[in-house]
């Protein structure tokens, strides 16, 4: 039985072999008939689209993507019309509804389709949009526009009503980190749209796809120059204004214009109440100038709705991460966890969330939730995989042979694992024999080869022969990997080797900063030894103490009185440089490993936990905002509790290791 419907799929391609075949096979027992523009490909693409049995249409590319769809639709046979990418795929398990829409659609000419982008390494993330992607095979429906062609406006010429929401959706895979790299379309796109704009030169929705451009490739500047002007032009029911929106004020941020970017997120949520990713980002401004409060009303009072263009998550599980970063930073733990908590509940994928809640959870005594949490619900593979590693990284091989049974997939998909918590337990010749095997697998031979380092580094620091090929060995000069070499010592335990490691390091205290939270926590259960050369080291950064009195008041007017563009790169750089959070890290880190001194293992020839809190508290930054954004705040919070058990003392220590 042929369940096809009378449809017309109708495409232009050019060189797109890598993702045609899964496009066409996924929407081959929908349509009844295939319509390829194609206009020069040089691979496959032509042989895949009459495998599939296509009609094939050869045109002279000209610059103009409207044309090369309209010369599709000329060609097409069937009532109705379906337009795709090829990097696109329709959504299995839609045809009925495709056919209801069909056949009740007595006065509408069009169907707007949802079309989720996946974005990122592998599609962790997403953006969902709206387009007319069906409508009828009628001579009057065409498509405007040489780049971002659109048919819509001659749908809607036709009458108000004649273009409904449908339900449906296709995915794009075109916009994953590989492919854009790959395709290198920001080349083609700027070309045609100046192209285009010479002809053109006041067409708003061509500045829009321009400063787009600008945005994608991270030129913040070029990109405000052009968007911020179409704010005041632009009415607010055209599609676009709300992202016009969005990237601006980002692209402000971006540049360190936090009082332009905060007068314009107030104007652009006042206009676009149900604009999840515009709230989102009000409430990332007000972070960013220390109102943390402010911050917290906004991600607890999200309005979302489905008829903007929105990154996945926001107003859902994305708020939740963000609503517990706030609350971390205002010290409050507790409410952080049950924050981190809601965000997987709503995506038990969502990576940030759970390498924040599982740290956290540990130093903070709140690893029952985790174990309720994980009891009711299990844990996805993704999510495994980093309760595993953060588990390992903080010594917890207790905990992890307790829920060995939820970890399953995370060991069978990281071999390694079995070795590292062996090693925890002592076994450490057993470890290495389970990972030699792997040193000449071709994905994990550099990462092993770091651990097989650092076991044979373990043995010979505590007197034994070392075992392993001395070649093996990482070079100590790529700073890429020293951050991965003392994870590795840290996350076996092999603090032997650990230790005659560090000095080795030319700066020690940089390699630390690098490490993950998890492995920061992790370097609390070292031995006496190691800790008291750790802290020794951080006490003797005279250029952290340095830089840290350099911090005035000043600072704080700076950071709000940058308002133009045409400010010197110096001034710019003063306060937006990352590595000013750099010398708190490694002030935190002190006090951390001081924070985990017994008294009695303390000695005489070390400042006081008290004397150490208050030399750091007089780094306390002058600028409230770098106060809030680098934790002090949170750091005061903690600094009252003044912990005196042991166990207090350590969970604070774990604490600091997180701020």
Request: glycine share 6%; proline share 3%; net charge negative.
């Amino acid at each position: 039985m042929n369940n096809r419907l009378p449809i017309s799929l109708c495409m232009i391609v050019r060189d797109e072999a890598l993702f045609l075949e899964q496009c066409l096979a996924s929407v081959s027992s929908v349509v009844s008939e295939m319509i390829i523009v194609d206009t020069g490909s040089t691979d496959r693409s032509v042989d895949i689209a009459r495998a599939y049995g296509a009609t094939v249409v050869h045109m002279e590319w000209q610059s103009d993507f409207a044309a090369a769809r309209n010369e599709s639709l000329r060609h097409a046979a069937q009532p109705w019309v379906l337009i795709m990418d090829a990097d696109e795929q329709w959504v299995e398990g839609q045809q009925s509804r495709l056919f209801s829409l069909l056949e009740a659609s007595d006065g509408v000419y069009g169907f707007e389709v949802e079309i989720k982008s996946l974005l990122g390494r592998s599609g962790e993330d997403s953006v969902t949009d709206s387009a007319c992607r069906i409508f009828r095979n009628d001579a009057r429906i065409r498509f405007k526009g040489r780049i971002h062609e659109e048919a819509a406006t001659s749908i809607l010429a036709l009458g108000a009503s004649t273009l409904r929401a449908s339900g449906l959706q296709l995915l794009n895979y075109g916009y994953l980190d590989h492919i854009v790299k790959r395709k290198n379309k920001s080349e083609r796109n700027f070309q045609l749209i100046k192209e285009a704009l010479m002809q053109e030169p006041d067409n708003r929705i061509l500045l829009y796809a321009l400063g787009t451009e600008y945005f994608q490739l991270g030129d913040y500047d070029a990109a405000v120059r052009i968007l911020e002007p179409l704010l005041d032009e632009l009415p607010t029911e055209a599609g676009y204004a709300s992202d016009v929106f969005l990237k601006t004020i980002f692209a402000l941020r971006e540049k360190g214009e936090l009082h332009q970017a905060v007068e314009k997120v107030e104007e652009g949520v006042s206009r676009y109440p149900g604009f999840a990713d515009l709230q989102e980002l009000k409430a990332v401004l007000l972070m960013d100038l220390g109102r943390d409060d402010e911050a917290l009303g906004v991600l607890t009072n999200i309005s979302r709705s489905r008829e903007y263009t929105s990154v996945s998550g926001a107003g859902t599980y994305r708020s939740s991460y963000l609503t517990g970063v706030v609350y971390e930073r205002k010290g409050e733990g507790k409410h952080a966890c049950e924050a981190y908590e809601k965000a997987v509940e709503a995506n038990p994928d969502y990576v940030p969330a759970w390498q924040r809640w599982i740290p956290l959870a540990v130093c903070s005594g709140e690893l029952a939730q985790v174990e309720r949490w994980i009891g009711k619900r299990g844990l996805t593979e993704k999510a495994q995989q980093v309760v595993l590693q953060q588990m390992l990284d903080m010594q917890q091989s207790v905990w992890v042979l307790k829920q060995k049974c939820w970890l399953q997939e995370a060991f069978s998909k990281m071999p390694w694992a079995e070795a590292i918590l062996l090693a925890q337990l002592g076994e450490r010749r057993v470890a290495a024999r389970l990972l030699e095997p792997w040193h000449t697998h071709q994905d994990m031979a550099a990462e092993i080869g770091i651990y097989l380092q650092a076991l044979c580094s373990d043995a010979a620091g505590r007197g034994q022969l070392r075992s392993g090929d001395p070649d093996r060995s990482v070079a100590m000069e790529d700073a890429r990997w020293m951050g991965k070499q003392a994870e590795a010592f840290i996350r076996l335990g092999a603090w032997a080797g650990f230790g005659a490691w560090l000095p080795e390091v030319k700066e020690p205290s940089a390699v630390l900063v690098q490490l993950s939270p998890s492995a920061r926590i992790g370097l609390l259960l070292a031995p006496l030894s190691v800790r008291r050369q750790l802290y020794s080291w951080l006490q003797e950064q005279k250029e952290v103490d340095r830089e840290m009195r350099e911090r005035t008041a000043a600072s704080e007017q700076a950071y709000l009185n940058r308002t133009s563009e045409h400010e010197p790169d110096t001034a710019r750089l003063e306060v937006d440089s990352s590595d000013r959070a750099v010398p708190t890290v490694q002030l935190f880190m002190r006090l951390a490993l001081r924070a985990s001194f017994k008294e009695k293992e303390a000695g005489l020839d070390l400042p006081s936990y008290e004397q150490e809190t208050a030399r750091i508290l007089k780094y306390k930054p002058a600028s409230s905002i770098e106060a809030a954004q680098y934790g002090w705040n949170a750091l005061e919070l903690f600094m009252k509790q003044n912990p005196q058990r042991t166990e207090d003392r350590f969970q604070a220590a774990a604490q600091l290791m997180l701020l």
